[in-house]
């Protein structure tokens, strides 16, 4: 089945440095990525979606400077959390439409970012 | 914009039994897609059942089904045979037909399911 690779599944960064979050689609190319922030017990709520070879489309409310989300081939797109903070503690996920399928979505595994 | 509700935070049942989750959506739209999606204590989703809303027939995957009502905007999902297994958090999500999977899916705020011994 696709399969959509995110790494690294852990960080601890201080604040004030970035981290980057790949998400790499491992057997189908994804031309269309999304990205997505998960507070503890609470629901996924859709940050930007990530097209390849343009400009990231991003939610209202979500900052694009603090948020760099780059999508240079039809396997990989990543998310720069740049100027950590501790508010931007959360955890992420990247997802990627699966061709072929209808209406069909597969999800990376997360990253738990923690901004000490 | 679309919303989508799940009125249960927190849902109990035997194992073997059968429950049933509720979701309802807002849309303007005619024709999209809805799905239930499980997030085990692993965090990964799981797509569990896909609903197409131009099908009138309801999806069924072995133990899990669905009611859909599109008048009523009504999407719930049933359980049958609880194994211990399907504890987890439960998500109700959708996304519009057009675009072409341009866009990104909604999640309601999800219903965790226990399931008692």
């Known amino acids: 089945g696709a399969v959509v690779s995110q790494h690294p599944s852990r960080v601890i960064c201080k604040s004030g440095t970035s981290v980057k979050i790949e998400c790499r689609s491992l057997d189908f190319q994804a031309t269309t990525m999304f990205w997505y922030r998960q507070f503890p017990k609470q629901s996924l709520m859709l940050m930007a979606t990530?097209?390849?070879?343009?400009?990231?489309?991003?939610e209202q409310g979500v900052e694009k400077d603090k948020f760099l989300i780059n999508h240079a081939s039809l396997t990989l797109s990543t998310l720069t959390v740049t100027s950590a903070h501790p508010e931007d503690s959360s955890f992420y996920i990247c997802?990627?439409?699966?061709?072929?399928?209808?209406?069909?979505?597969?999800f990376g595994s997360g990253t738990r970012l923690t901004v000490v | 914009a679309q919303t989508v509700t799940q009125s249960q935070p927190e849902m109990s049942v035997q194992e073997a039994e059968t429950v049933t989750l509720s979701c309802t959506y807002d849309t303007s739209e005619s024709d999209y897609y809805l799905f239930w999606y499980k997030q085990p204590p692993s965090r990964q989703m799981i797509l569990v059942i896909r609903q197409e809303a131009y099908k009138q027939q309801n999806a069924t995957e072995n133990r899990f089904s669905v009611n859909f009502q599109k008048a009523a905007k009504s999407f719930s999902l049933k359980i049958s045979d609880s194994q211990l297994g399907d504890a987890a958090m439960y998500f109700c999500a959708y996304r519009p037909l057009k675009g072409g999977g341009a866009d990104g899916l909604t999640f309601g705020k999800g219903t965790h399911l226990i399931i008692q011994p």
């Open positions: 997802s990627a439409k699966v061709p072929g399928t209808a209406g069909g979505y597969t």
């Open positions: 990530s097209n390849e070879g343009s400009k990231a489309t991003y």
